[in-house]
């Protein structure tokens, strides 16, 4: 059974900065992307960043040049580095990542996070 298990989420303040992590356990064959989306109250779930099993990342808009993302492939973890933090980044944070659980599977499944809070104050 795949988990992923998100965790450095917290309270900080306008400008601060945090670090969250993304760690994927269970009979894992490779994974593929991996992502970090966020949720806000009313709002939909937004794609934050994504990085491929080859390093390539994508950002929104919102979050360019104020977080980077990173994975540790052998570590099978993914990390969200949040930095000058605002209060509108206040939102559930969720790992999302693309598995194969064999090597035989034609397609990778998606699998989802639990989900970290992180709250900005101004």
């Known amino acids: 059974q795949v988990q992923l298990v998100e965790s450095g989420g917290g309270l900080v303040q306008a400008g601060g900065s945090l670090r969250l992590s993304c760690a994927a356990s269970?009979?894992?064959?490779?994974?593929?992307?991996m992502a970090w989306y966020r949720q806000a109250p009313g709002k939909q779930r937004e794609l934050v960043a994504l990085?491929?099993?080859?390093?390539?990342?994508n950002y929104a808009d919102s979050v360019k040049g104020r977080f980077t993302i990173s994975r540790d492939n052998a570590k099978k973890t993914m990390y969200l580095q949040m930095s000058s933090l605002k209060p509108e980044d206040t939102a559930v944070y969720y790992c999302?990542?693309?598995?194969?659980?064999?090597?035989?599977?034609?397609?990778?499944?998606?699998?989802w996070g639990q989900g970290t809070q992180v709250t900005v104050s101004s």
């Open positions: 990085i491929t099993d080859g390093a390539i990342t």
């Open positions: 269970g009979s894992i064959f490779n994974i593929n992307v």
């Open positions: 999302n990542a693309a598995i194969r659980l064999t090597w035989y599977e034609s397609s990778p499944k998606n699998y």
